[in-house]
């Protein structure tokens, strides 16, 4: 059983900075991709970034330039650093996990970014 657990999050102003942290009960090596996804209060879960095994990212427009997904291999680890934040960033962000079997999220982490 794949566990993904999410820190980190926390009450920033506009404009300010947090890190997320997602640890896997794993290495990230087994897995293709590892996301970040975030979903506010009454709106769909949205897809923020992704970090696959080669390396390679990918980001939403709406964080692409502020956000980054990076990766400690030797910690089982994925992080999503997040700098500039908007009032619009607020949302509960999930660590999502795909291997050949299936796809893993973790519990989730609330991030509140005051105006």
């Known amino acids: 059983q794949v566990q993904l657990v999410e820190s980190g999050g926390g009450l920033v102003q506009a404009g300010g900075s947090l890190r997320l942290s997602c640890v896997a009960s794993?290495?990230?090596?087994?897995?293709?991709?590892m996301r970040w996804y975030r979903q506010a209060p009454g709106k769909q879960r949205d897809w923020v970034a992704t970090?696959?095994?080669?390396?390679?990212?990918n980001y939403a427009d709406s964080v692409q330039g502020r956000f980054i997904i990076s990766r400690n291999v030797v910690k089982y680890t994925v992080y999503l650093q997040m700098n500039s934040l908007k009032p619009e960033d607020a949302a509960v962000y999930y660590c999502?996990?795909?291997?050949?079997?299936?796809?893993?999220w973790g519990q989730g982490t609330q991030v509140t970014v005051s105006s």
């Open positions: 970090i696959a095994r080669s390396g390679s990212t």
């Open positions: 999502n996990a795909v291997d050949y079997e299936g796809e893993y």
């Open positions: 794993r290495s990230i090596y087994s897995f293709n991709y």
